[in-house]
DNA sequence: CTATCAACATACTAAGTAGATAGGTAAAAG
DNA sequence: CTTTTACCTATCTACTTAGTATGTTGATAG
């Protein structure tokens, strides 16, 4: 599997954190409420957030976490990279992989590559802020501010 | 990861078939000494591909295995999924799957549907032939008869 | 008919990953 | 000083990955 539980709740914190934040700081117990997933989890995932410089915390009674940037500006690509650590499709296109003796002679690498550079950008076009739910919209979708070039896809939008 | 070795294997084995067939029968021993990879590990791959319709196999001496098509018929993605079962980028849109009871709620379905639209129309486009290394052309790949649309990307060809 | 070759089948293993849970410590606010 | 919440470390079970080992079955060559 490309993206496990881990990359995929990250999303989904992400999105709580959005939606759920007047400025100030969401407790994870809320989130972890909301989403029905395991505080316990939640907060082995957080700090690859928090690391990757997306979300920062802080302590104590009304402490919580929020987002350092706004939802138009956080690609699901950043969130998806910082939870799992990749999202190469196959093992040798992993940043710091130990190069294949057979690079030179094989016939499918950019094959791979091919599909990387697909995924890749499909999900620097996403952003929180596509995925929110808004209420000063019943046309469901808006599209983000910062729009990448998705090669005149946009196949995730219905 | 989406791909394992499983599925990369597979794709050269299919490759290496494709090659070193003059209409007839291949034995896995010699694929696997071109391909450096375990006879023994080739041989729990290649069962997937006999069911799968992909390639037949007859025993004993002179035997081996054989294309059930010619490559220019055989995708990249019959491959992949038949080696690896799926090419599902997320738990919840491998087909059999437990459907998620979050499913009306969630906010990220239709993008990571979206992600496996991209990836199986990319996999569906490219076939055996595309990967072959041909003799009569020294510009490289050329593209395959039936070509799919791939959405005017083909980011794969260089 | 029998030796050989190669597909086909089953069992096993060592290492790693997935998906959590348990039990704490540290800091901030009231 | 108690509550709240972030933060840290360890542990656990089940499963997957990437193979190896040891055969059996079936076809062909001699």
Redesign the pocket.
């Known amino acids: 599997m490309l993206i ?3 990359g995929r709740y990250a999303v989904r914190i992400m999105i709580d954190l959005a939606e759920n934040s007047d400025g100030g700081y ?4 809320n989130v972890a409420d909301r989403q029905g997933i ?1 505080l ?2 939640i ?2 995932i ?2 690859l957030l ?1 690391k990757a410089g997306l979300i920062e ?9 929020r987002l350092c940037r706004e939802p138009q500006y956080i690609s699901v690509a950043e969130i998806v990279t910082a939870a799992e650590g990749s999202i190469a499709p196959v ?1 040798c296109l992993v940043s710091g992989a130990k190069p294949c003796e057979r690079k030179n002679v094989c016939r499918t690498v950019k094959m791979w590559q091919g599909a990387y550079e697909l995924l890749e950008n499909y999900f620097k076009g996403i952003t929180i802020y596509d995925l929110m739910l808004k209420e000063d919209s019943d046309k469901g979708y808006i599209k983000s501010e910062i729009k990448k070039d998705t090669g005149g896809l946009n196949v995730w939008q219905l």
């Open positions: 496990s539980t881990k969401v407790a994870m117990k395991s316990k989890y907060e082995r957080v700090p928090t915390g802080v302590h104590g009674k009304g402490g919580g976490y093992a």
